[in-house]
Nanobody, 125 residues
């Protein structure tokens, strides 16, 4: 059974940095695509960054220049390095993955089949 577990969230001041991790278990096969998403208070879940199995990355405008998604080639884990954090980055951050070749990696979050429980990021001004 595939499981995703996020870690690395916490409380930081504006301008600070955090590194989120997503550990995948239950399979030895690399996901076709994995991504980071977030959901702020009263907001809909939104995408941040996606990484394909070939290493191709895609970022949303809010993440470009500040966030970096990466993967561990020896494991099925991904990371999100977040710099210059802003109060508006406060949200629950989720890791998602999918092994189906039919999934639209850069599409709506609802297309992803597997999700972690999330890790909270709080940025104070």
């Amino acid at each position: 059974q595939v499981q995703l577990v996020e870690s690395g969230g916490g409380s930081v001041q504006a301008g600070g940095s955090l590194r989120l991790s997503c550990e995948v278990s239950g399979t030895r096969y690399r996901a076709y695509c994995m991504g980071w998403f977030r959901q702020g208070p009263g907001k809909e879940r939104e995408g941040i960054a996606v990484i394909n199995s070939d290493g191709t990355t895609t970022y949303t405008d809010s993440a470009k220049g500040r966030f970096t998604i990466s993967q561990d080639n020896s494991k099925n884990n991904i990371y999100l390095e977040m710099n210059s954090l802003k109060p508006e980055d406060t949200a629950m951050y989720y890791c998602a993955a999918d092994w189906r070749l039919s999934v639209d990696c850069r599409g709506d979050y609802r297309g992803y089949k597997y999700w972690g429980q999330g890790t909270q990021v709080t940025v104070s001004s």
